[in-house]
């Protein structure tokens, strides 16, 4: 198999993450106008049922299959084989999320008047299954995933000025919400056939049997941190139940965090498979790169939270509108998770899961979970989605020391140097934003100043700080 360099691939996940901030940043503030807060949140509420169900169906399978297959990608007997049966795993494991999902729909009363978004939604869950994306992540075919996405959401995007126009037009905007997700898997059925030579099967053996374990392991996982991520909005509704507004603030505050994280990750998700692969071949390899991806992680992620705290009143009204104007405290609240969050997923993703850490992997999600729903209960009440922003920003934090704790004995190098540069960045990207928000009133001049000011300050900040680095680099280049 032609190996893919992982720049390239860190470049094309970044470009696809950009376009998936454009495509939102379009998309939401327009669906947030035409929608309001309630049936905003009504939507929220639905997307946040089918996510259960998504959990459910994936089963820990996609994050297992990425690796697995990453390791075993160089033996097509042992990789075909392997497709298959997992493959065959998630086929069953979807039937089975999708009965659950009737059923709660049939017996459950208070989900027969969202049943129509959730039905919708959920075409998701069906195509991710038959899709199987982690084809694609495991043979590192970025730049097929990155083209993909770019046609799929440029279709999702023409079908929203269509399909919603007005406040009742929630039905439109859950099918526009799934159309990206149908075209991209669509594609994939036919890419992977065509272009990667594999046929998914379905089938049922005794080998099967052996992945039950550690899935079972990703599963535990994937449901614990589904949980302490989105149990938030099930709560809130449970103690808001004819109240969806306070959803709707949590969703607008949710989307534009979970837009910055996502964006970062996409940088670094790309070496899961071949951390992997090198596991196998060469480990100081695997951890000379991960020096590196921690290194990163820490000076992206602190002058992001920063950035996002200080824009976070200027993002609300510009791209939600006066309605949303109370999701500014939860967002800034959710800025303080990033960099929690961010360390969690590369700890827990990046470290743990390709040195096969699965049990200890999921020890932690587990009572990151319990802190998060206990917490919940105690103060959503009260504070409704602000508490849950806390109890999120608590629940990655406890997340991410319990990771760096487990990984203690993997060496993986010193931080030192990227964390005084992050935190001098951060504290001028601070006194910048804070200065500019009391010059420039105009929001939209304000919010474009922030950025861009900041920027060009945290790069002299990096480039004096990382100076011989990036001379070395250069030198390197020129050869």
Request: overall charge positive; glycine content about 4%.
């Amino acid at each position: 198999m032609k190996t893919r360099s992982v720049k390239r691939n860190a470049l094309l996940n970044i470009i696809k993450q950009i376009c998936a901030i454009i495509f939102p940043m379009i998309t939401f503030p327009y669906a947030f106008r035409v929608l309001g807060v309630n049936n905003y949140g009504k939507y929220t509420f639905s997307w946040n049922v089918v996510n259960y169900i998504s959990y459910l169906a994936a089963a820990g399978i996609l994050r297992y299959a990425v690796r697995e297959c990453a390791r075993v990608r160089d033996d097509k007997d042992k990789l075909s084989r392997l497709i298959n049966e997992l493959y065959s795993i998630n086929i069953i494991t979807t039937a089975m999320s999708f009965l659950i999902l009737f059923a709660l729909l049939i017996f459950v009363d208070h989900f027969h008047d969202y049943a129509p978004f959730i039905l919708v939604l959920s075409v998701s869950v069906l195509f991710t299954t038959i899709g199987t994306d982690w084809i694609n992540s495991a043979f590192e075919d970025y730049f097929f995933i990155t083209i993909r996405y770019i046609i799929a959401q440029t279709v999702a995007l023409g079908l929203l000025f269509v399909l919603v126009r007005n406040r009742d037009d929630i039905l439109g905007y859950s099918i526009v919400s799934v159309t990206g997700v149908i075209i991209a898997n669509f594609f994939n059925y036919f890419h992977i056939r065509k272009n990667l030579g594999i046929k998914p099967k379905f089938l049922i053996s005794k080998d099967m049997k052996k992945h039950i374990k550690p899935i079972m392991y990703f599963f535990a996982c994937s449901i614990a941190t589904f949980i302490y991520i989105n149990s938030d909005i099930s709560i809130i509704k449970l103690f808001f139940p004819y109240d969806d507004s306070h959803n709707g603030l949590y969703g607008a505050a949710t989307r534009f965090y979970q837009l910055i994280k996502e964006m970062i990750n996409a940088a670094f998700v790309v070496i899961i498979p071949r951390i992997s692969n090198d596991l196998v071949n060469d480990k100081e390899k695997a951890n000379s790169k991960l020096s590196k991806v921690l290194n990163f992680t820490i000076l992206l992620t602190v002058p992001c939270s920063v950035g996002l705290f200080m824009v976070r009143e200027n993002l609300i009204m510009i791209f939600s509108g006066a309605e949303f104007e109370g999701a500014t405290t939860a967002l800034g609240i959710l800025a303080f998770s990033l960099a929690p969050a961010l360390l969690a997923n590369f700890y827990i993703n990046i470290v743990m899961i390709p040195f096969k850490m699965e049990k200890k992997v999921t020890i932690a999600t587990l009572i990151s979970a319990a802190v998060n729903i206990g917490l919940n209960f105690i103060l959503i009440p009260l504070y409704a989605e602000n508490a849950a922003a806390f109890t999120t920003l608590l629940a990655e934090t406890s997340l991410a020391c319990m990771g760096i704790y487990y990984a203690r004995k993997i060496k993986i190098g010193n931080v030192s140097k990227s964390l005084i540069t992050a935190l001098v960045g951060s504290g001028l990207i601070f006194v910048i934003c804070f200065a500019l928000n009391n010059l420039i009133k105009n929001r939209i001049l304000n919010f474009v100043s922030d950025i861009v000011l900041s920027g060009i300050a945290y790069v002299v900040v990096f480039a004096i700080f990382y100076n011989k680095d990036i001379k070395e680099f250069l030198k390197k280049r020129k050869r």
